[in-house]
Nanobody, 126 residues
Framework: QVQLVESGGGLVQAGGSLRLSCAAS????????MGWFRQAPGQEREFVAA????????YYAGSVKGRFTISRDNAKNTVALQMNSLKPEDTAVYYC???????????????????WGQGTQVTVSS
């Protein structure tokens, strides 16, 4: 089992940047596929980005590709989401997620993830 704690959210102006971090407990972090999801008020949760277990293959939602970068540090049990050129429509609660399931890459469905953090608020003002 793994516990996830996000940090780094906040208020930023449009065009600005934020870096989210997710710290994971446990000794088998490298065996988890990690993902970021977000949920805006009144909207369904949506996939943002995912990173594979070892070599760090990445996959992004079209709405963030080219602006967001997901990375992981298996030695520190962390995964990060660097968000640049932020837009008001990026405003949401961002969640870190983890899974050890073996499936078909990329893992873009929330149902494929077993563990979730508590979320961190990102607000982008226009």
């Amino acid at each position: 089992q793994v516990q996830l704690v996000e940090s780094g959210g906040g208020l930023v102006q449009a065009g600005g940047s934020l870096r989210l971090s997710c710290a994971a407990s446990g000794r088998t972090f490298s065996s988890y596929v990690m993902g970021w999801f977000r949920q805006a008020p009144g909207q369904e949760r949506e996939f943002v980005a995912a990173i594979s277990r070892s070599v760090g293959s990445t996959y992004y939602a079209g709405s963030v590709k080219g602006r967001f970068t997901i990375s992981r540090d298996n030695a520190k049990n962390t995964v990060a989401l660097q968000m640049n050129s932020l837009k008001p429509e990026d405003t949401a609660v961002y969640y870190c997620a983890a899974t050890r399931k073996v499936g078909r890459w990329p893992y873009i469905s929330g149902g494929e993830y077993d563990y979730w953090g508590q979320g961190t608020q990102v607000t982008v003002s226009s």
